[in-house]
């Protein structure tokens, strides 16, 4: 066993198993009495550091002098079996995730900049198209899942139009992102195939340039090769799909089953803006994130890490640290020095949350809008989570709703375009923070 060479790991926790995602909060807990970085097994039970406090996560993640993301740098990396469950967070590649110091900032750079020339009113614009289409096609029903057919479809959907890809080919691509995101026996051949349109795609935009995303990063300063940009959409693709629709789907949750909640969101004392921060900081959908490995040997709150050791960032922990959060949220709506897109030089990188926000923020408004009334199809404690330590999110949210109309798509879509940022039905005079927000210096 890999973690007989690891002393400091011989009553260490195992960090996998369904039982964990059913009730992390209560987890967490237990491993804070044992300090802010805690010796814990991953899955086959790898020997890894598990980093629970807020100053402790701020500091790994300011200083990636210290603690890089070359996965390769990991000190039992060539002894991991090719089949072990975690390896596609570990499995190194080619790509902006594992790219370091002038090169990732190069490579980051380009892709916040094409990001950035991202039109915010065109972008509510698509988004409430796409939530319309999407509502229009369950709500006549009374009744629909608003994780399966409203969340989960949404992100995928929205990369693909900044990406310029023809509306025909975006139905069979967002199903290949799903599959490609499961642990299912379609994964390969759906990244596979998602890869090769990546390429196809790339090779369509030298042709005939348009005002996309990867037009932008082909004719970028930079001069990013093709591999570089192919590899790069499916990273960002992938980034977008589950911590996006997650955090839909979790907002959503909250505001069925939260009645404080769910009156000041919908009684317009807190904008859907607001509402999803508070959810960044009680329910973040990246929970854990693997991770950063240490440079050279230090010492991290209190522990000895060696170099190479793996420090698995614990983003929801460090969001409920009690140094940060004394036992109370009251100002979570506002406050945005969580960290559940990172921090530093390899969090998520601007303006991507700015643009995940409006994605966010408007299929919330656009849901409450259209269906004012809907209600929890089952008791809440039915709602069933993920078995992923990784990943908090929900395998469904069934409700009803009065059965109504859809929207006629061309009208719906000159309506938006007049009104991009409306409010919702029931929320007249909301607050309308703009996406996000003002930042609040963190602790320390």
């Not at 020339?117 to 409430?128: K, S, Y």
């Not at 078995?387 to 999110?393: A, D, E, I, K, Q």
């Amino acid at each position: 066993m890999l973690a007989a060479g690891y002393p400091e790991h011989a009553d260490a926790v195992r960090l996998y198993g369904p039982a964990i995602a059913e009730d992390p909060g209560t987890l967490y807990q237990q491993l804070r009495q044992r300090g802010s970085v805690v010796p814990v097994l991953l899955d086959g039970d790898m020997p890894a550091w598990f980093v629970l406090g807020y100053r402790e996560v701020h500091h790994i993640t300011a200083n990636p002098q210290w603690f890089g993301r070359d996965c390769r740098r990991w000190n039992i990396y060539d002894r991991l079996p090719a089949d072990w469950p975690l390896m596609p967070y570990v499995g190194w590649t080619p790509s902006v995730m594992y790219a370091e110091g002038g090169e990732h900032q190069r490579r980051a750079g380009a892709i916040g900049d094409a990001l950035d020339a991202v039109n915010r009113i065109d972008l509510i614009a698509t988004c409430e198209q796409v939530a319309d289409r999407l509502i229009d096609a369950f709500a006549g029903d009374g009744r629909a899942d608003l994780i399966t057919q409203y969340a989960y479809q949404i992100p995928a959907r929205i990369v693909a139009r900044l990406y310029g890809l023809p509306e025909g080919d975006i139905p069979a691509l967002v199903q290949d992102v799903f599959d490609s995101l499961d642990v299912g026996d379609n994964a390969v051949s759906a990244h596979q195939r998602l890869h090769a349109r990546m390429a196809q795609l790339v090779a369509d935009k030298h042709a005939r340039p348009g005002n996309d995303v990867p037009s932008a990063l082909l004719a970028h300063p930079a001069r990013l090769t093709d591999d570089e940009i192919i590899i790069d959409l499916l990273v960002v693709m992938a980034a977008a799909q589950a911590p996006t629709s997650n955090w839909i789907g979790n907002t959503l949750r909250l505001m069925l089953v939260d009645d404080g909640f769910s009156v000041t969101l919908q009684g317009g004392r807190s904008s859907a803006a607001q509402a999803l921060n508070e959810v960044l900081w009680k329910d973040t959908p990246t929970q854990n994130f693997i991770g950063r490995w240490a440079v050279q040997d230090c010492h991290l709150g209190g522990r000895r890490i060696r170099k190479g050791d793996l420090l698995v960032l614990g983003f929801s922990a460090a969001n409920n640290d009690p140094n940060v959060q004394p036992g109370t949220h009251s100002d979570s709506s506002t406050n945005r020095a969580h960290m559940s897109f990172g921090h530093g030089e390899h969090g998520c990188p601007f303006p991507a949350p700015e643009l995940a926000e409006i994605i966010a923020r408007t299929a919330v408004e656009v849901l409450l809008d259209r269906l004012p009334d809907v209600t929890l199809a089952v008791a809440p404690k039915d709602l069933r989570w993920r078995p992923s330590v990784w990943m908090r999110g929900l395998y469904g949210l069934p409700v009803v709703f009065t059965p109504t109309l859809p929207l006629m798509p061309a009208a719906a879509g000159r309506a938006r375009r007049i009104e991009p940022q409306r409010t919702p039905a029931g929320r007249r005079g909301a607050s309308k923070s703009p996406p996000g927000g003002e930042a609040v210096r963190p602790p320390g």
